[in-house]
C-alpha cells in the first residue's frame, strides 16, 4: 500500500501565486480544435491560474461535501470551487463570513472561487416566493424567514463574500415555461442585469483582489430568445459569460442545441460557463461546442448514493454484484481513494458508513478533473474529437 | 497555509514491520512510575508495534467513522484501533471479509487490530436477547432475523475477521445487576472463557499472523467478585487481560475503585485493557491505575456532536460565542484540521456538513492520542504523577 509522506511544504500553484488587486481577468485562448469548437485556455483571477476547461466542484454552504480543501487541492486537483450565495446568506451569514476576511479565509480554500448569486435557489424553492420588478422575496428552507433579493444587494453580499467571479442575479426560468413567459422573464433578467452591473461598477472589493462579474443568458429553449439574450449580454463587455437556465428539464439534445446557439455567437476571447451541468458526457459534449466551465452537484450528490463515474462507464456500487469483487474501485484512478477495493466501498455506502460519501465523492470529483484535464490535452495536441466520440461511448456502459 | 507534499513513499513503522506467523505476541515494560501504578511499555503484535499506554480508535463497522486509513495514521498517529465482531458479522459478513483475505485487507489498515467479542452489543440489545448456557441469541438490529452467538462461533468468527487482538465472549452484566446476578453472570462468563479458550486453541490463525486471546474480567462493582474474577482469568496465561463490565452506569469513583482492584492483582507483565473507556480524564486516572490500553466512542461520536477535546478543557462548539472567533480550532493541536477556524467548524455543524463530523472527529482523535503519547513520555521522564493532576484540571474546564 502506498503511503503518503506529509511533508509540510509550500506546494505548487497556489502558493506562489500573489493575489493582486489590480490583476486584471485574463483569458488567453491556448488552442482550439480545428472540427470542433472546443478550446484550451488559461483564466487568471485574483487568487490564480484556471486551465479551461474546467470543472468546478460544489461548496455549496462552504464546503465541498466531505472534502477536506487539501485534498480539493492535492489530490482532486481542483483550480476552482463553487460556493452558494443563497445559502452562504443564511448560513454561517455575511457577517461571520465579513470577519473572516472572506470565504477564502473562512474555509481555507486559497484558490478562485466563483459564487452562483443565488438565483436559481430562489426560484427552486417554488410557490413561497414572490417575484416583483424589485426582486425576489423568499422564505428560508431553515427558519421560515422572509428575505427579498435584489440585483443590487445580491452584489453587495458577493462582494462580502469575495469570490473571485460573480454571478448575475437572474430569473431561472422554468424548464417548461411556454414562449411568451419565457420572453417576459428574458426582459426581467436583462432589466436586473443592467443594475446589478451598475451596482457592481460602483463599489469596490473588499479583500484586496479583483472581481469579475459573469451575466447569465436566459432564454429557455427558444433559439430567438438565446440569441437576442447573448446579444444583450455582450454589450456588458463583461469578463466571461455564463449559459443558465439549461438542465432543469429539457431534453438533452435541447441542452446541446442551445449551448450551440449560444457558443456561436458569444465572444470567442471570453471564458463560456455553463452552469449546473453536468454528466460526463454532458461535459465532453458542451467542450465539443465551445464551454471552457462547468460546475454540477452529481459527482458529490450521486456519489453519496453510491454512483461512480469512471473511464470505462458507471458503476453502481450498492450493486450485489460488487459485494465480493476486492479489486481496487478505479484501477486507473488518480485519487488515493482509488485503492480501497469496490467490495469495502459498497460495504460502507450500504452500511450508512460517513467514510463511503467521503470515498465515492472524492472519487468522482477526481475523476471529473481528470476527465477535463484530459480532455485539455486532446485539445492542444489535435485529438479531441476522435477521443470525444471514442470516450463517450466508454463513459456510458453501465458497469 | 501549510500544504502538504504527497509523496508516495513506504512510511514509517507499518511498512517497514514483516507480519509474522510465529511472532509471538511480547509486552515489555519500558518504564514504570514510582508514586503510581502508571507503566510504559511496548505490545508486538502480528501487524505491528504498540507503545502503551494507548488508546484504539472504533472502528466498529469496519470504519473509523469518517477518517480514512491513511489520516489514521499519519495525521492521527494511532497504532490500533479496534473493530467490532457483532457488526461486522451481520454487515458485510464473514464470508466478504474472508474473501478479502481478512478486515486488514478489507479496509486497508495494515497495522494491529483488536476485535470486541461482540459480547457487549449482544447484551446492549436487551429485552430481544435469550441467554442460555449455550449461547446468546439475538435479533440483528438491521433485519431482525435470529442469530446464536456462542463462545465457540465468536472464535471462529474472529478468526475469520483476522484482527492480532480477540476479546473472549463474556456476559456483559447490567451495571445495576444486584450481587446475586453478578456473581451467577460472573460464572457463566467463566465456563464460557474456558469453551473459549479450548476453541480458541484448537483452531489456527488464518491469515499467516498470530492472534491472542484476552479474557475479561467481570464482576460488576463488587470487589470481591473482581478478586475472584482476576484470579481465574490468570489461569489461562493470556497474552493480555481486559477490564469489561464497567462505564456502564456505575459511579466514575466507583469505576476507578474497581479498575484498582483488577490492576492491583493482574500480572505486570501482561498488558491490561480497560474496555470502554473514556473522557480523557477518564484515560489519565485509568493510566494512573496501571492501565495500559483504552477504546472508546467518545471522540468520534461526541465529536460528530460538536464537542471537542482539548489541552486547555473542552469546547462545544455549537456555542454562539464561537460564531466569530476566526482563530485556530487548536492552536497546539497536532492534527492538520486544527488549522480550520472554531467559526468554520461551528459553521460546518450546525449546518450538518459532512466536513463537520470529519474534522471534530479527526481533531478528538489526534488529541486523544497525544494524550496518551504524551502521558507515556512523563512515566518515562518520571513526571506522571504531577502532570496528571495538573492536566486533570485544564481538561475538565469547559472553555
Redesign the interface.
Known amino acids: 500500500?502506498?503511503?503518503?509522506?506529509?511533508?509540510?511544504?509550500?506546494?505548487?500553484r497556489?502558493?506562489i501565486f500573489e493575489p493582486s488587486k489590480n490583476g486584471a481577468m485574463e483569458f488567453k485562448l491556448t488552442a482550439k480544435a480545428s472540427n470542433s469548437r472546443a478550446r484550451a485556455g488559461i483564466l487568471t483571477t485574483g487568487h490564480g491560474v484556471i486551465e479551461t476547461p474546467i470543472f468546478m466542484p460544489v461548496g455549496t454552504?462552504?464546503?465541498?461535501?466531505?472534502?477536506?480543501t487539501?485534498d480539493l487541492?492535492?489530490?482532486i486537483k481542483a483550480q476552482i470551487i463553487l460556493g452558494n450565495t443563497y445559502h452562504l446568506y443564511l448560513?454561517?451569514g455575511i457577517?461571520?463570513i465579513e470577519?473572516?476576511?472572506g470565504l477564502h479565509?473562512?474555509?481555507?480554500w486559497?484558490g478562485p472561487i466563483l459564487t452562483d448569486s443565488g438565483g436559481f435557489q430562489v426560484f427552486s424553492l417554488g410557490d413561497i416566493r414572490k417575484l416583483t420588478e424589485e426582486g425576489a422575496k423568499f422564505q428560508s428552507h431553515i427558519d421560515g424567514s422572509y428575505h427579498v433579493f435584489t440585483p443590487e444587494n445580491v452584489m453587495d453580499i458577493q462582494r462580502s463574500i469575495g469570490a473571485d467571479i460573480i454571478m448575475a442575479f437572474d430569473e431561472c426560468t422554468p424548464g417548461d415555461a411556454d414562449y411568451s413567459y419565457a420572453k417576459n422573464s428574458l426582459e426581467l433578467t436583462q432589466r436586473w442585469l443592467e443594475r446589478c452591473f451598475t451596482q457592481f461598477n460602483n463599489t469596490e472589493p473588499k479583500y484586496g483582489y479583483r472581481q469579475s462579474l459573469f451575466p447569465i443568458v436566459q432564454g429557455n429553449t427558444y433559439a430567438d430568445l438565446r440569441k437576442k439574450a447573448v446579444e444583450h449580454v455582450k454589450t456588458f463587455d463583461a469578463d466571461g459569460y455564463a449559459i443558465g437556465g439549461l438542465s432543469v428539464g429539457e431534453t438533452v439534445d435541447e441542452m446541446y442545441e442551445m449551448t450551440e446557439v449560444c457558443t456561436a455567437d458569444l465572444p470567442e476571447n471570453k471564458p463560456r460557463y455553463l452552469m449546473g451541468v453536468g454528466t460526463p458526457v454532458n461535459i465532453l459534449e458542451g467542450i465539443d461546442r465551445g464551454v471552457d466551465m462547468f460546475d454540477c452537484v452529481m459527482p458529490t450528490r450521486n456519489g453519496r448514493n453510491g454512483m461512480l463515474f469512471t473511464s470505462e462507464g458507471i458503476i453502481n456500487i450498492r450493486n450485489k454484484k460488487w459485494?465480493?469483487d476486492?479489486s481496487p474501485i478505479d484501477a486507473s484512478g488518480t485519487s488515493?481513494?482509488d485503492?480501497?477495493?469496490k467490495?469495502?466501498l459498497?460495504?460502507?455506502i450500504?452500511?450508512g458508513?460517513?467514510?463511503?460519501?467521503?470515498i465515492a465523492s472524492q472519487h468522482n470529483l477526481a475523476f471529473y478533473l481528470w476527465l477535463v484535464k484530459t480532455a485539455r490535452q486532446k485539445i492542444v495536441n489535435a485529438e479531441f474529437k476522435t477521443w470525444k466520440n471514442e470516450m463517450i461511448m466508454r463513459l456510458k456502459e453501465r458497469l
Open positions: 500500500m502506498i503511503r503518503y509522506l506529509y511533508l509540510p511544504v509550500v506546494s505548487g497556489m502558493a454552504a462552504g464546503s465541498v461535501k466531505g472534502i477536506h487539501r487541492e492535492e489530490d448560513r454561517p457577517q461571520v470577519k473572516a476576511g479565509k473562512f474555509n481555507r486559497n459485494e465480493n476486492h488515493f481513494v485503492q480501497y477495493s467490495a469495502y459498497r460495504h460502507l450500504i452500511s458508513e460517513m467514510l463511503g460519501a467521503q
